[in-house]
């Protein structure tokens, strides 16, 4: 069982920087592959990125060149650099973990907000 809290969210300007970050439980952090997604108002829950077991990271188109995905796991933590934001990365951002590196995310976060104005 892996808990997942999210922190770092909040208001920022367009064109300006957040960093999220994701704290786990659990002693076999380094086992899970660890991803965030994030849903905005009235849509579906998307992908953003993810980090494989050797770090190996993958993004979505939408915030290729402007995200990076980053993990610690001597931490337990995973993060997320957000910069050049832009109103529409305005969502509720998740983070997850499934075993491994395939198959389905099986333990969420609760999320936290970022808002970025125009």
């Known amino acids: 069982q892996v808990q997942l809290v999210e922190s770092g969210g909040g208001l920022v300007q367009a064109g300006g920087s957040l960093r999220l970050s994701c704290a786990a439980s659990?002693?076999?952090?380094?086992?899970?592959?660890m991803a965030w997604f994030r849903q905005a108002p009235g849509k579906e829950r998307t992908f953003v990125a993810r980090?494989?077991?050797?770090?190996?990271?993958t993004y979505a188109d939408s915030v290729k060149g402007r995200f990076t995905i980053s993990k610690d796991n001597a931490k337990n933590t995973v993060d997320l650099q957000m910069n050049s934001l832009k109103p529409e990365d305005t969502a509720v951002y998740y983070c997850?973990?499934?075993?491994?590196?395939?198959?389905?995310?099986?333990?969420w976060g609760r999320g936290t907000q970022v808002t970025v104005s125009s």
């Open positions: 997850a973990a499934r075993g491994g590196d395939v198959g389905s995310y099986q333990y």
């Open positions: 659990g002693r076999t952090f380094s086992t899970y592959g």
């Open positions: 980090i494989s077991r050797v770090s190996l990271t």
